[in-house]
């Protein structure tokens, strides 16, 4: 079945580098993914959406990169700031206009 | 603020009971959608609609249904609630049908079992 994953563990850095968050999906090939971020309590954001066509994809700090032969995503925050602290989702479609979200990776940007 | 709206922002009630969540989408999205978020859990897919019609079906317990009005805001009905419904339940919405459209989610409804 499919399968998505995301660091499990938090990641912590400090103010100022780049966080790298990892989503690996199995048993398909998803036609694009989408990440959103989610503040405790509150409703997921849309960030950036990237297609299987597309190496890369940024937006302001963010950048996504796709590697269909890895079967993974890459979601990069540079410049790092406190406020950047939450939880980050990566959501490819799940077929038959689903879509799944994975458990999300925690990061803490320390000042 | 998404522009979806959820009501109510909370909701208490004991086992066995039947409550209704209401969803209105931003202005001009078809197409909304439902989630599940237990404590800890990820978020989990419930139910989409597309004007009117459902066009979709994640892991929604029988006990749970849906449905999209005419004037596009939703509903989710849950009946003879358990413990393990408390959870946060959202909605969202989007401009389309296909998946490949980002979805706006509402600040959520916590429902509290007890």
């Known amino acids: 079945s499919q399968k998505i994953e995301q660091n499990s563990e938090a990641l912590n850095i400090q103010e100022g580098k780049t966080a790298t968050l990892t989503c690996n999906y199995t048993n398909y090939s998803p036609a694009y993914l989408q990440w959103y971020r989610q503040d405790p309590g509150r409703g997921p954001v849309f960030l950036l959406l990237i297609r299987e066509n597309e190496k890369e994809k940024r937006k302001e700090r963010l950048k996504v990169t796709f590697d269909t032969t890895l079967k993974q995503s890459l979601f990069h925050i540079t410049a790092s700031q406190p406020a950047d602290s939450a939880t980050y989702l990566c959501a490819p479609p799940g077929g038959g206009f689903k879509t799944i979200f994975g458990a999300g990776t925690r990061l803490f940007v320390k000042a | 603020d998404s522009g979806v709206t959820q009501t109510p922002k909370h909701l208490i009630t004991a086992t066995g009971q039947r409550v209704t969540l209401r969803c209105s989408p931003r202005s001009g999205d078809l197409s909304v959608y439902w989630y599940q978020q237990s404590l800890d859990q990820g978020l989990q897919f419930l139910i989409q609609?597309?004007?009117?019609?459902?066009?979709a079906k994640g892991n929604i317990l029988e006990r749970f249904s849906a449905q999209q009005f005419p004037d596009l805001h939703s509903e989710l009905n849950l009946s003879s609630l358990e413990l393990g419904d408390s959870a946060l339940y959202f909605c969202?919405?989007?401009?389309?049908?296909?998946?490949?459209?980002?979805?706006?989610f509402g600040p959520g409804t916590r429902l509290t079992v007890t």
């Open positions: 969202a919405s989007s401009p389309r049908w296909a998946d490949a459209y980002e979805q706006y």
């Open positions: 609609y597309y004007n009117g019609e459902e066009r």
